[in-house]
């Protein structure tokens, strides 16, 4: 409910279940039964002044949570009652399938009166996923000033800083005193909610520096705003990836950033709490697609899940004939001795699943930036040697259990001799491979797995086998 709302007005309601409700999480972190059963049946019953009371003031975060955990019909129900009184601000911590969901049922004008109602950052974040002619429509309704920083912000490409950055700043001339300067953010009513920085530009726009808001408090009013301020030594371009832009704040410690233009013209500012929502994205962006499946959500339909995942696993389908070929190779010395087919899954699942953590390392080291050309030598031979070390340690320990299930220690010392072999192959496969593709311009997270488990299981198949027709052929 609104803070000015007066007491008359709130609904009655049970000051046990109030106090209930206020703290909407349980223990396991995710949204109570109750409080989540009683915002349905609000719903339901289209009670708007008990939504009011137990809606209004919860956090941007906490609403997001709730929009996640409620049916879709609620979802968008939820958004209808509460009408202005809904902080739309909660639409960028739910998933983009929600978002679009509660978009798309939306009136434009209603959206425009809420967008008005945003910053800059958070309000392309919701437009961007629009069609064309819905962000005309909606922009156009915007007074001027508004609608040009935000048409401007939706121009830069997806994902780059452009995107992220907020549109409201503080910035001063640099012949202006702190006495001004103080005054001045004092009396302008349209200067951004909470700031730590005010940028310093000549007449054209250009960035020329900064002062930190301590500096400006600790700093006597006659000074000139030029003698205290520091160069912007980390400005970020606007059509830097924002991925970029994010290990430039990791780097440096920064709280918030100048994002300038081509010409280093001074267009927005990127937060450290935009930062951290893109460091997430990221994270969660290369683990999905580690395992072949995009940009899957939760709230995702069947088919659109399906659709996701269909494209990889077809590729994982030839990778696994081409493993199968290697095997038929080698049919008649199967046939000869079964214990083969018993043990090759353990020499190709080894593999794999070495290749799979040197995998996994390389992809974050190259996300990071922490892998370069200047130290790639020196981690593929580290890897290599890892492989070789592990590869050796389970190599004597499977043979010697293989000699004694199968009585038979001279397939034991086969099949350790292969996977002392794979545990190599799986090592530098496990690196180079997302090497190669970064080095060609594909993403290692989504293509990486799928050709590393092919090397695994064809060097391992080939190299357990191959080894056990020449011993067994030569004795």
């Known amino acids: 409910m609104s803070e000015n709302m007066s007491e008359k007005q709130r609904p009655e309601t049970d000051p046990e279940a109030v106090e209930e409700h206020r703290d909407i999480y349980g223990e396991d972190g995710a949204i109570r039964a109750s409080f989540l059963s009683h915002i349905g049946a609000a719903i339901a019953d289209r009670d708007v002044l008990a939504l009011r009371a137990d809606v209004a003031d919860l956090h941007q975060s906490e609403l997001g949570d709730l929009l996640e955990a409620l049916l879709p019909e609620q979802r968008q129900a939820l958004v209808s009652l509460m009408g202005s009184d809904f902080d739309f601000t909660a639409l960028t911590e739910v998933d983009d399938t929600i978002r679009a969901q509660i978009v798309e049922s939306m009136p434009n004008d209603q959206i425009a009166q809420a967008v008005q109602e945003l910053d800059s950052d958070d309000a392309?974040?919701?437009?961007?996923?629009?069609?064309?002619?819905?962000?005309?429509?909606?922009?156009?309704?915007?007074?001027?000033?508004?609608?040009?920083?935000?048409?401007?912000?939706?121009?830069?490409?997806?994902?780059?800083?452009?995107?992220?950055?907020?549109?409201?700043?503080?910035?001063?001339?640099?012949?202006?005193?702190?006495?001004?300067?103080?005054?001045?953010?004092?009396?302008?009513?349209?200067?951004?909610?909470?700031?730590?920085?005010?940028?310093?530009?000549?007449?054209?726009?250009?960035?020329?520096?900064?002062?930190?808001?301590?500096?400006?408090?600790?700093?006597?009013?006659?000074?000139?705003?030029?003698?205290?301020?520091?160069?912007?030594?980390?400005?970020?371009?606007?059509?830097?990836?924002?991925?970029e832009a994010a290990q430039v704040f990791e780097q440096y410690d920064l709280l918030s950033a100048a994002v300038v233009d081509e010409s280093e013209r001074l267009v927005g500012v990127l937060t450290i709490d935009d930062v951290v929502d893109v460091i997430q994205q990221e994270a969660e962006e290369d683990l999905l697609r580690m395992g072949g499946v995009g940009d899957e959500e939760l709230s995702d339909r069947v088919l659109t899940t399906s659709r996701l995942r269909i494209p990889w696993l077809f590729v994982n389908l030839g990778t696994a004939f081409l493993s199968a070929s290697v095997i038929s190779l080698f049919d008649g010395t199967i046939e000869h001795m079964v214990a083969l087919a018993v043990l090759m899954p353990i020499v190709a699942s080894m593999g794999g699943n070495a290749a799979t953590q040197t995998m996994t390392v390389t992809v974050r080291a190259l996300a990071t930036r922490d892998l370069d050309i200047y130290n790639a030598g020196r981690i593929i031979r580290r890897e290599a040697s890892v492989g070789f070390i592990n590869g050796f340690i389970f190599a004597v320990l499977i043979g010697i259990i293989a000699g004694f299930w199968f009585s038979d220690f001279q397939l034991g010392g086969i099949i350790a001799a292969a996977m002392i072999i794979n545990m190599m192959a799986a090592a530098l496969a496990g690196i180079l491979i997302p090497l190669c593709l970064d080095k060609a311009g594909a993403d290692p997270a989504i293509a990486s797995a799928v050709f590393v488990t092919m090397v695994t299981d064809v060097v391992g198949f080939f190299a357990f086998l191959s080894l056990a027709a020449w011993w067994f052929n030569l004795w």
């Open 124 to 243: 392309v974040y919701i437009l961007e996923d629009l069609p064309i002619e819905d962000q005309d429509e909606i922009l156009a309704q915007l007074p001027f000033t508004e609608r040009v920083r935000l048409r401007r912000s939706l121009d830069y490409p997806e994902e780059t800083a452009g995107r992220r950055m907020q549109t409201e700043f503080v910035a001063v001339p640099p012949f202006w005193t702190v006495g001004q300067t103080i005054d001045y953010m004092r009396d302008e009513n349209e200067l951004p909610e909470s700031f730590s920085q005010i940028f310093v530009i000549d007449p054209t726009f250009r960035l020329v520096g900064a002062v930190n808001l301590d500096r400006i408090l600790r700093t006597k009013r006659p000074v000139k705003i030029e003698e205290v301020m520091h160069e912007t030594r980390h400005a970020i371009p606007a059509t830097m990836d924002q991925e």
